[in-house]
């Protein structure tokens, strides 16, 4: 089948009404497989307009002037947060910006339930596959659905969690992985989503997302489901210099609850910077970038759509990256929860890292409560409001640590590694009983390594860690040190009451796999 324009693959996105020429001879697919570039026919095509161009990006609201504040004092328990107070500094003026922003990355986890042509389906993606492998530099691959031309690329796609996906697809300025399953696999999801900055930049999330389940629809699927796995979310500040952040960040005028910093320097002058690892806030020039990776159909989506049709030296930008843990901790799960509580988010984050105003003065940062807040920074705030507003307006984020989870979800996730163990060690499955006996070796490997009051003591600080209040239906005073068992004691009162039970001709009074297991063995694998 003969190759289309790479721009037959961004049909549907509703790029405004013109002719968009692709300057270069080569283009980046950015399919993440095989070659990254893809031959084009240097064709113009007509496009479909679309209501106001961009999607989401729309103008920032106007700002208010600053006016002088009090210090701000932290919230009490259960109050709201309040910003801190406008910058009383009168050196500095708030420049004119030119301020729309939008999500710029999304990747999402799908579960999706194929109809009964799936086997149909996975025929033609794996010619197509085939296809793609004999073809040159990727130029085979392709068929049509209802008008829309799809890309399949030559191999599929291993995610960080060893989940195979086989086949790749590329539509719509999206990529759709799936797996061969036709459901879903309890929490194991089967399909994942990628939606990248051009596509984001002409329709915004929404729009892509309804553009997605549509695809999905269309291949015979039913989504039940989905996770927000990352977002990027971003501002571009036109009109500023990088050194309006650059500078206070070089002389640490900022306040984060993380301590990791990148900083990254091109002909002497700061040109990118990130704080934070996850959420992480990057800043950046925008123009930079393009420049240094040329991507004309970017390129021009950016000049359309954020700088007004100007072509700009340098052009700031605000990013944030938030990534699954974190999206979790907000209260965020699926691409519905984001779009109702994005404002809320973003709110935070810029309370989480916050640029203050000296005004010439030494910055302490054990008083940094005292500073007001960078002007730029509270435009930059005003900037992201005005394109994510959402029903939630304020979040609350949940920042235990993993130590702290359920004692169920604990015992899945020590279960699985022992799976995960002997896995790797064993040659066959013999049953479970087996399977306890060399969990309990592994354990034991562990085990021997502390004599077993230094194992109580350890289990006395865990509890003080994890802030353990008295057990429920138990008579123990709250203060007093909890008893600890030796395991043999433990260990000879079990078969005792095992004998007993047995001989009474009772059962024991929970479930446990005894059949095939010698108990008394655990004797020799711990060692009396």
């Not at 729009?207 to 927000?228: Q, S, T």
């Not at 210099?241 to 900083?263: I, K, Q, V, Y």
């Not at 005005?386 to 307006?393: C, N, R």
């Amino acid at each position: 089948m003969k190759k289309p324009p790479v721009t037959h693959l961004l049909a549907g996105l509703g790029v405004p009404s013109g002719q968009i020429s692709l300057h270069k001879e080569w283009i980046p697919m950015r399919n993440g497989h095989g070659s990254k570039y893809s031959k084009t026919v240097g064709k113009s095509i007509d496009r479909a307009p679309v209501d106001g161009g961009g999607g989401e990006q729309r103008a920032r609201p106007e700002g208010r002037a600053a006016e002088p504040a009090p210090p701000a004092k932290s919230p009490a328990a259960g109050e709201p947060r309040k910003r801190p107070p406008a910058s009383t500094s009168r050196g500095v003026a708030k420049p004119q910006l030119v301020l729309l922003g939008g999500e710029d990355t999304a990747e999402v986890a799908l579960y999706i339930r194929w109809d009964e042509d799936w086997e149909k389906n996975c025929e033609l993606f794996n010619q197509c596959k085939a296809d793609a492998a004999d073809g040159d530099k990727g130029e085979g691959g392709f068929f049509d659905l209802g008008g829309w031309t799809c890309q399949v690329a030559p191999g599929g796609s291993r995610g960080k969690s060893g989940l195979y996906r086989a086949y790749v697809l590329t539509s719509l300025g999206m990529r759709f992985e799936f797996c061969r399953r036709a459901e879903p696999a309890g929490d194991c999801p089967n399909g994942k989503l990628v939606i990248g900055s051009t596509t984001l930049i002409r329709l915004g999330f929404k729009e892509a997302w309804a553009k997605a389940r549509e695809f999905i629809e269309a291949l015979g699927g039913n989504l039940v489901g989905n996770k927000l796995s990352r977002i990027d979310a971003c501002l571009d500040m036109l009109g500023l210099e990088m050194s309006a952040f650059a500078d206070p960040f070089l002389r640490g005028e900022f306040t984060c609850r993380s301590h990791e910093d990148h900083n990254h320097r091109s002909n002497r002058k700061t040109s990118s910077f990130a704080i934070g690892k996850d959420p992480k806030c990057r800043i950046y020039d925008k123009a930079k970038e393009l420049r240094d990776n040329p991507d004309p159909l970017k390129y021009e989506a950016m000049v359309e759509l954020r700088w007004g049709g100007t072509h700009p030296k340098v052009a700031p930008r605000v990013e944030w990256q938030i990534r699954r843990d974190t999206i979790k901790s907000f209260g965020v799960d699926s691409v519905e929860d984001w779009l109702e509580r994005r404002q809320g988010v973003i709110d935070y984050l810029f309370e989480w890292l916050r640029f203050v105003d000296t005004g010439g003065r030494p910055f302490k940062a054990k008083n940094a409560e005292r500073y007001p807040t960078l002007p730029v920074w509270l435009q930059a705030c005003e900037g992201f409001a005005g394109w994510a507003s959402s029903d939630v307006k304020q979040v609350v984020r949940n920042t235990k640590s993993g130590g702290q989870a359920p004692p169920a979800k604990l015992r899945e996730i020590a279960g699985g590694c022992l799976l995960a163990s002997h896995a790797q060690t064993a040659t066959e499955w013999r049953g479970f009983g087996e399977f306890l006996e060399y969990s309990i070796r592994e354990l034991s490997a562990w085990w021997l390594k502390f004599k077993d009051d230094e194992i109580g003591k350890r289990w006395l600080r865990k509890r003080r860690e994890l802030q353990v209040k008295k057990p429920p239906n138990s008579n123990r005073r709250l203060g007093v040190r909890p008893k600890i068992v030796p395991f043999n004691t433990w260990l000879n009162e079990l078969i005792d009451k095992r004998e007993a039970i047995e001989t009474a001709g009772g059962q024991l009074p929970f479930d446990f796999p005894w059949d095939g297991f010698d108990l008394s063995q655990l004797h020799k694998i711990v060692g009396d």
